[in-house]
């Protein structure tokens, strides 16, 4: 008798000991799958993480609109539809928002006021819960075993939302730091263009053409959201440039090309002890480089230049080109792509040229070709 209750005890441990094993390689899984600062990505990974899990036929985070109470669909997989809310007022969905821990039904028709899931069999609600307050929830339906959802299910789901809650929460904190750094250097730059006539709404036209380009050429959402914020600090480094330098009227001089031409590293100088910045040092330091590496500071050519510095030279160049200088006046549209188009392959990438001529032609009759 003794030795079957010891037997019984050894499998009551060993199954312990695989649960607490199971929790923290999932732990150790989700530091990696959560370590990004971007919300989007964490969506994504916390989605494909939770099926791959529980093994469940759909997957949807959904965030908590804090003025109507409803909750409204970032990200899915399976049978979902990309544009359904959900009333948060609804008792089902206050039950789980309120709740520290996922809620399982097994026949969600039983369920009163369920029409919000309409479709679905199990479910699985998982409160998205950070520390100071919650930011949604995944939901969670139809195993693929077809089996219900078990205690050990909710055990993991939980660590799973949990992680996710923080790494959301973080991102959100991140997100609003860094346009706080960002609106306060915008600011700068805006200063800086009030003190002369020839360069003002200039970061505001470059970062439209370059995003217009961008958009052209397919980049996705974070490579545009970077050449979003490159774009706009791209002259940051004009800040050093002497005002008689940028108002003179008249052509300048070498020595006074030499000061213009420092701006991008002076503005790499600036920006590099702001780690929120690092991944667009390289595209505001080479957004002078020719293709052809006949000219610049770096002598980079080709793709050698960052795409993103590509893109700013097409932006840059055709700005500047179209808008009065203090040395001469300013050229007409059609004029100048007409000159940049001739310049490809020397001075600008062929394909940003392509795709920004594509672009700007999309645009009559907002730009009078």
């Not at 959100?172 to 700068?188: C, M, S, V």
Request: charged letters at 25%; glycine letters at 6%; aromatic letters at 8%.
């Amino acid at each position: 008798m003794e030795s079957h209750n010891a037997v019984n005890d050894l499998h009551l441990t060993v199954k312990e000991l695989s649960n607490v094993y199971e929790e923290l390689s999932l732990l150790y899984k989700l530091s990696d799958l959560f370590s990004t600062l971007n919300v989007n990505e964490i969506c994504e990974n916390l989605v494909n993480e939770a099926i791959t899990t529980v093994g469940v036929k759909t997957a949807a985070v959904l965030f908590l609109n804090e003025k109507t109470g409803s909750l409204y669909t970032k990200t899915y997989r399976g049978d979902w539809d990309a544009n359904r809310t959900i009333d948060g007022e609804v008792e089902v969905i206050t039950g789980a928002l309120e709740n520290s821990k996922p809620i399982a039904f097994c026949k969600l028709e039983a369920v009163e006021h369920q029409d919000n899931l309409h479709g679905l069999q199990s479910v699985m609600l998982c409160p998205l819960a950070g520390k100071g307050k919650t930011l949604g929830l995944m939901i969670l339906a139809d195993k693929l075993s077809g089996d219900e959802f078990f205690s050990n299910d909710v055990k993991l789901l939980k660590v799973i939302s949990t992680q996710a809650a923080m790494a959301i929460e973080n991102a959100f904190l991140y997100q609003e730091i860094e346009e706080l750094l960002l609106g306060t250097i915008k600011a700068f730059v805006k200063a800086l263009e009030t003190t002369t006539q020839w360069t003002a709404g200039h970061t505001e036209r470059v970062t439209m053409y370059a995003q217009g380009i961008a958009a052209e050429m397919g980049l996705d959402e974070k490579q545009m959201e970077r050449l979003r914020i490159c774009s706009l600090l791209h002259d940051i480094g004009k800040i050093a440039i002497p005002r008689d330098i940028l108002n003179k009227k008249g052509q300048l001089d070498s020595e006074e090309w030499k000061e213009i031409k420092k701006h991008p590293l002076v503005g790499v100088t600036i920006l590099s002890g702001l780690k929120s910045f690092d991944d667009i040092l390289d595209g505001i330091k080479y957004h002078h480089e020719y293709w052809d590496g006949t000219k610049g500071l770096f002598g980079l050519k080709g793709e050698a230049i960052p795409l993103m510095s590509r893109i700013l030279a097409v932006a840059d160049a055709f700005d500047a080109m179209t808008s009065d200088r203090p040395y001469r006046s300013k050229k007409n549209i059609s004029e100048t792509l007409n000159e940049i188009v001739e310049l490809a392959g020397r001075q600008f990438d062929p394909g940003v040229v392509e795709a920004f001529q594509k672009w700007l032609n999309r645009q009559r009759p907002a730009f009078l070709l």
